[in-house]
């Protein structure tokens, strides 16, 4: 029996009893066209109608829908491929851990075999690796990373963790910057840049196909201004000519635009103007103290997806 050769009473009968089954009783399409010896693609289509015709409402809880139309929101507010939002919390430990698991799956399910992913570091990104597992073996991804190494007595902003760990996760491979993030002088630094090696490396971080990136505050704590030994003065001043985010130790406005720092000229790794090249930006953050970091990079357009917490997402919703 087809939809074809029902009149209109047999018809709604039959959708009544498929929508109560589907619905209700968790009956999967093919038990339910087995049962009333129809095809699962009349099963499909009498669901749709089930659906079109108000006689199934799908309701969401209100804290999913409320994050559900916050992405959506963002992704047409800020031009975004897609958005990700984590429910928010005052605790940051436990908001880094939501994030990084975000970014997990994420990757998982979109990482196509051959991508190569540029790597920017933060310690979400570092615990996302310890997270990452994904189901199937990707052996000809790579893993770049667009910025030199980070001295630093917390290896969780260590690079070199991150792109090694999600390496071996999928049967990928890593390509190094053996070097500091964050040189003595920009003699040095234009030393490093004419080694075949770094070079090439630092122009496949450039194409890669996806990146990940996260965003920081210019406080104190952006670990490439602490190798450097900027102080608060230093701060003070980044501060007051407009800067309110890094993203791999560059600092950019309210804007986005890029403002110089004391360090740029010894920084060894991708500039602004070649992380806003990127083709596939993911960027992640949040929290408060993040919102005109986060905000900033994205009137510039590059980001084509945002994994933040919702508070922070509505904030930037409400922004200009």
Same mark, same amino acid.
């Given at each position: 029996?087809?939809i074809?050769?029902?009149?209109?009473?047999?018809?709604?009968?039959?959708m009544i009893?498929?929508?109560?089954l589907?619905?209700?009783?968790?009956?999967?399409?093919e038990?339910?066209?087995h049962h009333f010896r129809?095809?699962?693609a009349?099963v499909?289509?009498?669901?749709?109608r089930?659906?079109?015709?108000?006689?199934?409402?799908?309701?969401f809880?209100?804290?999913?829908?409320?994050?559900?139309?916050?992405?959506?929101?963002?992704c047409?507010?800020?031009?975004?491929?897609?958005?990700?939002?984590?429910?928010?919390?005052?605790?940051?430990?436990?908001?880094?851990t939501?994030?990084?698991?975000?970014?997990?799956?994420?990757?998982?399910?979109?990482?196509?075999?051959?991508?190569?992913?540029?790597?920017? +570091?933060?310690?979400?990104?570092?615990?996302?690796?310890?997270?990452?597992?994904?189901? !199937?073996? %990707? =052996?000809?991804? /790579?893993?770049?990373?667009?910025?030199?190494?980070?001295?630093?007595?917390?290896?969780?902003?260590?690079?070199?963790?991150?792109?090694?760990?999600?390496?071996?996760?999928?049967?990928?491979?890593?390509r190094?910057?053996?070097?500091p993030a964050?040189?003595?002088?920009?003699?040095?630094?234009?030393?490093?840049?004419?080694?075949?090696?770094?070079?090439?490396?630092?122009?496949l971080?450039a194409?890669s196909?996806?990146?990940?990136?996260?965003?920081?505050?210019?406080?104190?704590?952006?670990?490439?201004f602490?190798?450097?030994?900027?102080?608060?003065?230093?701060i003070?001043?980044?501060q007051?000519?407009?800067?309110?985010?890094?993203?791999?130790?560059?600092a950019?406005?309210?804007?986005?635009n890029?403002?110089? +720092?004391?360090?740029?000229?010894?920084?060894?790794?991708?500039?602004?103007?070649?992380? !806003?090249? %990127? =083709?596939f930006? /993911?960027?992640v953050?949040?929290?408060?103290?993040r919102?005109?970091?986060?905000?900033?990079?994205?009137r510039?357009?590059?980001?084509?997806v945002?994994?933040?917490?919702?508070?922070?997402?509505?904030?930037?919703?409400?922004?200009a």
């Amino acid at each position: 029996m087809e939809i074809r050769a029902m009149d209109a009473h047999e018809f709604d009968d039959l959708m009544i009893r498929v929508a109560w089954l589907y619905h209700q009783r968790g009956w999967t399409q093919e038990q339910i066209a087995h049962h009333f010896r129809v095809s699962r693609a009349t099963v499909a289509r009498v669901l749709q109608r089930a659906i079109r015709d108000e006689l199934v409402k799908i309701c969401f809880a209100a804290e999913p829908e409320h994050r559900m139309l916050l992405e959506e929101g963002l992704c047409q507010r800020y031009s975004l491929e897609e958005a990700i939002l984590v429910p928010s919390t005052v605790d940051s430990p436990a908001r880094q851990t939501a994030l990084a698991k975000a970014t997990a799956a994420y990757l998982e399910r979109s990482l196509e075999d051959g991508t190569v992913v540029g790597l920017g +570091t933060s310690r979400t990104l570092h615990e996302m690796t310890d997270i990452y597992s994904p189901s !199937r073996k %990707l =052996p000809n991804c /790579v893993f770049v990373e667009m910025l030199g190494g980070i001295t630093d007595e917390d290896p969780r902003f260590d690079i070199y963790n991150v792109s090694w760990k999600l390496a071996e996760a999928c049967g990928g491979s890593a390509r190094h910057l053996f070097t500091p993030a964050v040189l003595g002088s920009p003699e040095a630094r234009e030393v490093m840049l004419n080694d075949t090696a770094i070079a090439e490396t630092l122009d496949l971080a450039a194409g890669s196909g996806m990146s990940l990136l996260a965003i920081g505050d210019t406080g104190k704590t952006c670990p490439v201004f602490r190798m450097a030994h900027l102080g608060e003065a230093d701060i003070r001043d980044l501060q007051s000519r407009g800067a309110v985010g890094e993203i791999i130790g560059r600092a950019y406005d309210m804007d986005g635009n890029a403002i110089a +720092t004391p360090i740029d000229d010894c920084m060894l790794g991708l500039t602004m103007e070649q992380i !806003r090249a %990127l =083709p596939f930006v /993911v960027a992640v953050g949040g929290g408060k103290e993040r919102e005109a970091a986060i905000l900033g990079a994205l009137r510039q357009k590059f980001i084509k997806v945002l994994i933040t917490d919702c508070d922070t997402g509505q904030a930037l919703i409400e922004s200009a």
